[in-house]
C-alpha cells in the first residue's frame, strides 16, 4: 500500500489570510490566522500533486482519511509546557561553552564570559538558551561526560534560581541526569537518542521536554557523502519511527519538538531541499524547529567563507523558514534576526 504524505502549501499572510480564513478559503498553520494555506502537496514516494483543499473530499476514502488527520495536525495550535507559540516564531540563541565549536568555539569558555553572553541572547530576545558543553560540528572528536559537565556547571549553576527557560544540548544521559537539579527545561540530543541507549529511559522517569533531532551518522562520518533515497521523506518517517518509539516506551507528554537537522549529514542540495520543503514536518503535529544560523549551505551558496560572516544568509533563511510555518529559530545571532523579524512582520502582514 502506498504511504501518502502531506505538505502545506501556496501560503497566505496577515490581512490577507485572517480574512481568507475567516471566509474558509484556506486553512491556518499551527492555529495561527495570519499564515494559512489554501493547497496541499500530496506525496508518495514515486508521485507529486498540488491539489487545492477543496478538493480532498475528492479523494479515495482510504487517501481522505489520511490527508484529513494530516490536516488537523497541521492547522491546530501547539500547545507546549512554558512556551508560547502565539507570536512564534520563538528564539533559540546559542550558548557555546565549548573551546571547538565551529563558529564561536573558545569565546565563552569562562564563567564570566558565558554569563555576560547568556544575559545578552536574553536581552536580544531570545524566549531560549540553549546550552551546550560538546562539539557536534562535523569532525569533532567525542569528548567524557566529565569534561562536558566540567564546561556546563557553573553557568547552570549561576542559573538555577533564575527563570529562563533553558535547553540542554547533550548528547549524554549522565549529562542529562545531572542538570535535571538545576532546573533545566528541555532536552536537544542532536544524535536522536542514539548515542545514548540509556536517554530514553531517562526521558521517561523525568518527563521532561525534548527534541527529536535528525543526523545522519555522527559528527565524525556525518558529512562524508551522506545519501538518502528522498531527504525530506526518509527524515519524515525518521520522525514518525522515534515518536512511535518513544509512545512504545510509555512516554505520552506531548511536549516534543522536531528539527530536522539542517547541516547534521546532509550535502548542500539536502539542506536546501529541506528548507524549501519545511512545511511537511507540520503534519507529524509537533512545533518544528531550525537551526539554519552561520550554518555551511550559506557559504556554498554566497561564497562567503567566514562563518561570522553569515549572518545575512541566516537571516534569509530565518525569514524564509518563519513564511513555512517554522515555530522556533535556533540562531547565534539573535539581536540580527529578532530585528529582522520584527521589522518584516510589520511590512509582510502590513499591520
Not at 532546573?183 to 529511559?201: A, M, R
Not at 526521558?203 to 543526523?215: D, E, G, T
Not at 557523502?225 to 510509555?250: G, M, Q, S, T, W
Not at 523558514?321 to 522556533?328: A, K, R
Amino acid at each position: 500500500m502506498k504511504k501518502y504524505y502531506t505538505r502545506a502549501c501556496n501560503f497566505y499572510y496577515g490581512l490577507i489570510s485572517k480574512e481568507k480564513v475567516k471566509k474558509k478559503q484556506t486553512l491556518p498553520i499551527n492555529g495561527n490566522n495570519l499564515i494559512s494555506f489554501d493547497k496541499i502537496e500530496l506525496i508518495t514516494r514515486t508521485s507529486k500533486k498540488l491539489l487545492p483543499i477543496n478538493k480532498i473530499n475528492t479523494l479515495p476514502n482510504d487517501v481522505k482519511k489520511k490527508i484529513i488527520i494530516d490536516i488537523n495536525n497541521i492547522t491546530k495550535k501547539k500547545h507546549y509546557s512554558n512556551l508560547n507559540f502565539s507570536n512564534s516564531p520563538l528564539i533559540m540563541g546559542v550558548l557555546n561553552l565549548t573551546p571547538d565549536s565551529f563558529s564561536d568555539g573558545g569565546q565563552f569558555s569562562k564563567k564570566i564570559l558565558a554569563h555576560k553572553q547568556f544575559q545578552k541572547l536574553i536581552n536580544d530576545g531570545a524566549n531560549i538558551i540553549d546550552i551546550g558543553g560538546e562539539s557536534t560540528r562535523p569532525g569533532a572528536k567525542d569528548i567524557s561526560a566529565g569534561n562536558e559537565w566540567k564546561r556546563i556547571k557553573p553557568i547552570l549553576k549561576i542559573l538555577k534560581k533564575k527563570k529562563y527557560f533553558i535547553s540542554l544540548d547533550t548528547r549524554k544521559s549522565l549529562i542529562m541526569e545531572k542538570s535535571l537539579s538545576y532546573n533545566i527545561n528541555l532536552v536537544n540530543d542532536v544524535s536522536g537518542f542514539e548515542y545514548d541507549s540509556k536517554t530514553i529511559d531517562f526521558l521517561k522517569k523525568s518527563r521532561i521536554p525534548f527534541i527529536i533531532h535528525h543526523m545522519k551518522g555522527n559528527p565524525k562520518t556525518m558529512q562524508l557523502n551522506p545519501k538518502y533515497n528522498d531527504v525530506v521523506l526518509d527524515i519524515y518517517d525518521f520522525f514518525e519511527k522515534k515518536l512511535n518509539l518513544i509512545r512504545l516506551n510509555k512516554i505520552k507528554h506531548k511536549n516534543i519538538i522536531l528539527d530536522p537537522g539542517i547541516g547534521f549529514g546532509k550535502n548542500l542540495k539536502h539542506n536546501i531541499t529541506l528548507i524549501n520543503k519545511i512545511s511537511i514536518f507540520h503534519s507529524l503535529g509537533f512545533p518544528v524547529m531550525l537551526g539554519v544560523s552561520r550554518k555551511r549551505f550559506i557559504k556554498d551558496l554566497s561564497g562567503i567563507n567566514d562563518s561570522k560572516e553569515r549572518i545575512g544568509g541566516t537571516v534569509a533563511s530565518c525569514l524564509y523558514s518563519y513564511l513555512q510555518g517554522v515555530q522556533i529559530l535556533r540562531v547565534h545571532d539573535v539581536n540580527e534576526v529578532n530585528q529582522a523579524l520584527k521589522v518584516f512582520k510589520k511590512l509582510q502582514f502590513n499591520l
